[in-house]
């Protein structure tokens, strides 16, 4: 409203004898004084639009919505009954108007909405597929900040991911439920704007029925037994993407640890699962110390691992604590399984901390998460170890080029594909190749520090590696990013067949 009335008064001096501004006065009608110019209480946001419903992503142009910023989600929910996933819930969000918005979208599927309010007033809302549409009573005035309180039941609806063929968002499973959003299904449990280029943190306030717990992202903040059912409070400490929001109920076997640097670790097993299953996370402490050496500073407060007794086949790196499918741990493989250990907390900084500004650079996240991998064996083994994972790395995408497509053009509707991960790691070792040791570990802190907690392309990372190595690497990441077939590593005697 300020700046409305700043404007029509500079309007006012400026504009005596020369031109309407705007549409209200007329040349020829002399002005009176400036204090005649009553801004109508009607008028303010008088151009206001409606905020786009999607934020321009080049893979998923409807994800997330415009105009609006959302500083922080408070998630209340109750689980009323375990098997069916049937949630009374509360989602508050904090945001800032980024421009006049007469109306405004949230992503949000399925349930059935009691009450919606904005600044405390009841606000009209229509709903498509996942667009939430809210028109509040007044229209919000870009640079203020405004609070969304919607209250809503039911159960999850049952989602395929548009980006691979599994179930995601809220999952129901036999005797709890888990949740991984990647890159879409946060909207199947809270109102959102879904998408990663709106980071914000996060307090989830979950009551469940005894005997079961909640595991999700952040700290525990606060565990309340109410008789029958129990009350947990989780903050995130540092913003985050909504597709790495989490909320498991199970019941828990918790093991806690410190890194040697002081990082505390959690690690959820689902109770029925056997001790073995803690052998591969024994060394996270280990893995959180050496990329904190190696990129930076380990990004966030706290970390761990859940681990769910339902086969998903799939891990996710949701912030602070990553879930693994059963199916993901391989009992007779330690060592195996300890690299998607390492991919999964390596995700920490990219991916979580460093997040895509667009899903088709997912490569970002996979590619750099593989390399990890690769790192972690050199780590442990040394560099021939690592030059013999690159070798069969290599050999796989020659030998099935089909699954491997080209890292910098997964299919939208594949976004998972091979490529991202085994061609994306192999960028990042032909760069080393290319740039020498040196600058190698230079470009990722570098990168990294740039970007904590915001967003990047790969125009972002390519500039950071020209900047270090002193090189044009167009060419380069031409090559290794978009060509249909992997180009060679003559210096390893690797070359396409
Ligand atoms: N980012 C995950 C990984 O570490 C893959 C997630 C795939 N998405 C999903 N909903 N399963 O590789
Ligand atoms: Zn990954």
């Not at 500083?71 to 508050?92: E, F, G, M, P």
């Not at 007044?138 to 999850?156: D, E, H, I, R, W």
């Not at 750099?368 to 790395?393: C, M, N, P």
């Not at 991960?421 to 960028?427: A, N």
Request: aromatic share 12%; hydrophobic share 40%; net charge negative.
């Amino acid at each position: 409203m300020k700046n409305k009335i700043q404007i029509i008064l500079a309007c006012a001096f400026i504009g005596f004898a020369i031109l309407a501004c705007g549409q209200s006065s007329s040349p020829s009608v002399p002005p009176a004084a400036v204090t005649a110019v009553i801004v109508p209480e009607e008028a303010v946001g008088a151009e206001a639009e409606a905020g786009s419903a999607g934020l321009g992503d080049s893979y998923y142009p409807g994800f997330g919505n415009g105009g609006y910023d959302v500083t922080h989600y408070t998630l209340d929910i109750t689980v009323n009954d375990v098997a069916t996933s049937d949630l009374t819930a509360i989602t508050t969000i904090a945001a800032n108007a980024t421009q006049d918005l007469l109306s405004f979208n949230l992503d949000f599927i399925g349930f059935e909405i009691s009450t919606l309010t904005v600044n405390d007033a009841p606000a009209d809302f229509s709903r498509k597929e996942q667009e939430l549409t809210v028109t509040p009573l007044k229209p919000l005035v870009a640079g203020q900040p405004f609070t969304v309180v919607v209250q809503y039941s039911g159960s999850p609806d049952e989602m395929q991911s548009v980006a691979l063929p599994v179930s995601t968002g809220w999952v129901t499973v036999d005797g709890g439920s888990f949740v991984m959003s990647e890159p879409d299904g946060s909207a199947n449990f809270y109102p959102v704007n879904d998408h990663p280029l709106d980071k914000a943190t996060y307090t989830f306030r979950v009551t469940v029925p005894h005997p079961l717990e909640v595991a999700a992202n952040g700290a525990l903040i606060e565990a309340l037994d109410n008789g029958d059912t129990s009350t947990f409070t989780f903050e995130t400490r540092d913003p985050m993407a909504s597709y790495l929001a989490t909320i498991n109920i199970d019941e828990f076997d918790i093991e806690t640890m410190t890194s040697d640097n002081g990082i505390p670790i959690r690690n959820y097993y689902s109770s029925e699962l056997p001790k073995e299953v803690r052998k591969p996370f024994a060394r996270q402490g280990e893995m959180l110390d050496y990329f904190s050496e190696i990129y930076g500073a380990y990004p966030f407060d706290v970390y761990g691992s859940m681990v769910m007794n339902t086969e998903f086949d799939s891990a996710l790196e949701n912030q602070t604590l990553s879930i693994y499918g059963i199916d993901m741990i391989d009992y007779e493989d330690v060592a195996g399984t300890e690299l998607t250990v390492a991919h999964e907390l390596s995700h920490q900084w990219f991916g979580d901390s460093v997040s895509v500004a667009d899903w088709s650079d997912i490569w970002l996240n996979e590619g750099f998460a593989t390399y990890s991998e690769g790192l972690w064996i050199e780590h442990l083994d040394g560099r021939e170890a690592l030059d013999e994972w690159v070798k069969s790395q290599y050999r796989d995408v020659v030998n099935y080029p089909q699954y491997y497509a080209a890292p910098g053009n997964p299919p939208a509707d594949d976004l998972f594909n091979g490529g991202v991960y085994v061609r994306g790691g192999l960028t990042l070792h032909a760069l080393r190749l290319e740039v020498g040791d040196q600058a190698f570990f230079e470009i990722l802190p570098v990168y990294f520090e740039r970007y904590q907690n915001g967003n990047v392309s790969t125009e972002d990372f390519i500039a950071v590696a020209e900047e270090i190595s002193g090189k044009d690497l167009t060419e380069f990441f031409d090559n290794w990013l978009y060509n249909e077939t992997i180009p060679p590593i003559s210096a390893m005697g690797l070359g396409v067949e």
